[in-house]
């Protein structure tokens, strides 16, 4: 007896290898893929500028990255509540000095144009398509800061308009990579401040863009993170308590996922090893000074040389030093 539907969906005919590089730009769930595979040894840049959750703020930081020079003449830099901020930018990339903030700035779109320029895959995730205008400025902003309400416009955005925005982009990111593919997915965290309404509004908003997009650049890929979440786990039991955002379980099953339809089988099957020595370095022992920990520590790095020479150009360093040092 079947209790539930399994979402069938035909993997990616482009697959990644650990050898590939990945810019991953978005919501929160891009952020958790994104994690995964630098845990696992992949070259990926994990949204340089922090969370980005609506289209057009994640379109204008890949523009950024594209063409670094240009933030020079944005004037999104304002001092609120003690610190510099960034219109274009999330929370977490804020100071207290202006010209130490212009130069973090500066440096995060160098070290993006670098990736985005040799990058296989670009992993993009929207969150939601509710934007906040500046009525100021005229500008949509990718965080408000804890700036007054007052100052802003929410509004809807039209799928017409993303589209054409993202067809303009993808032109663009094209002609310096022309390479590179892009795996799109829309997050299955609900937000729920607009209300469970205005939510699926929003998701609706997304699925028609990124349907017209496919349609116009179909050796891009789309990927069900929301689907699988949504359709297939489809129980609260896989969300936190707020019941917004989705279990570490049903992250890891997504993930499963994406190694299933995303990644090539030679690295897929080198992936456990890797996992095995990161659930390693968790290891905090009562009694470093035993014989037995010497032993575990000189197992993982045994393992460790035994990988390096498996999959040549990855950097253990880090692990090597760690059980080196503990």
Same mark, same amino acid.
């Given at each position: 007896m079947q209790f539930k539907l399994t979402y069938q969906f035909e993997p990616n005919p482009s697959t990644l290898q650990l050898s590939d590089s990945v810019l991953a730009i978005g919501s929160c769930f891009a952020q958790n893929i994104g994690e995964l595979l630098v845990q696992h040894k992949f070259n990926a840049l994990i949204?340089?500028?922090?969370?980005?959750?609506?289209?057009?703020?994640?379109?204008?930081?890949?523009?950024? /990255?594209?063409?670094?020079?240009d933030f020079e003449k944005s004037n999104s830099l304002f001092f609120h509540q003690e610190l510099w901020h960034?219109?274009?930018?999330?929370?977490?990339?804020?100071?207290?000095?202006?010209?130490?903030?212009k130069q973090e700035i500066d440096s995060i779109h160098a070290s993006a144009n670098e990736q985005l320029k040799k990058a296989k895959f670009l992993i993009i995730t929207w969150g939601?398509?509710?934007?906040?205008?500046?009525?100021?400025?005229?500008?949509?902003?990718?965080?408000?800061?804890?700036?007054?309400?007052?100052q802003f416009h929410k509004r809807l955005l039209e799928p017409k308009e993303i589209v054409e925005d993202y067809i303009k982009l993808i032109h663009q990111i094209e002609a310096i990579n022309p390479h590179i593919q892009v795996i799109w997915s829309i997050s299955p965290v609900k937000y729920l401040r607009?209300?469970?309404?205005?939510?699926?509004?929003?998701?609706?908003?997304?699925?028609?863009?990124?349907?017209?997009?496919?349609?116009?650049?179909?050796?891009? /890929?789309?990927?069900?993170?929301?689907?699988?979440?949504?359709d297939e786990l489809r129980d609260y039991r896989f969300y936190e308590a707020d019941f917004a955002?989705?279990?570490?379980?049903?992250?890891?099953?997504?993930? !499963?996922?994406?190694?299933?339809?995303?990644?090539?089988?030679?690295?897929?099957?080198?992936?456990?090893?890797?996992?095995?020595?990161?659930?390693?370095?968790?290891?905090?022992?009562?009694?470093? !000074?035993?014989?037995?920990?010497?032993?575990?520590?000189?197992?993982?790095?045994?393992?460790?040389?035994?990988?390096?020479?498996?999959?040549?150009?990855?950097?253990?360093?880090?692990?090597?030093?760690?059980?080196?040092?503990?």
């Open positions: 949204n340089p500028s922090g969370i980005l959750f609506n289209p057009m703020s994640i379109s204008q930081n890949l523009r950024n /990255y594209l063409h670094p020079e960034s219109w274009q930018h999330h929370g977490k990339i804020s100071g207290s000095n202006e010209l130490e903030l939601s398509a509710f934007v906040y205008e500046h009525k100021e400025l005229k500008k949509v902003v990718a965080n408000c800061h804890k700036v007054p309400n007052t607009d209300g469970l309404h205005q939510n699926n509004l929003s998701k609706s908003v997304l699925f028609l863009a990124l349907n017209q997009l496919l349609q116009e650049f179909p050796k891009h /890929y789309y990927f069900p993170a929301f689907e699988l979440v949504q955002h989705p279990t570490q379980q049903a992250i890891q099953y997504v993930w !499963e996922q994406f190694v299933i339809h995303c990644i090539h089988s030679g690295a897929a099957d080198i992936l456990p090893k890797i996992a095995e020595i990161a659930q390693a370095m968790q290891h905090r022992p009562l009694h470093p !000074e035993t014989e037995a920990f010497q032993k575990f520590r000189l197992v993982q790095t045994e393992k460790i040389k035994k990988l390096q020479q498996e999959i040549p150009g990855i950097n253990w360093e880090k692990e090597l030093h760690f059980f080196a040092k503990t």
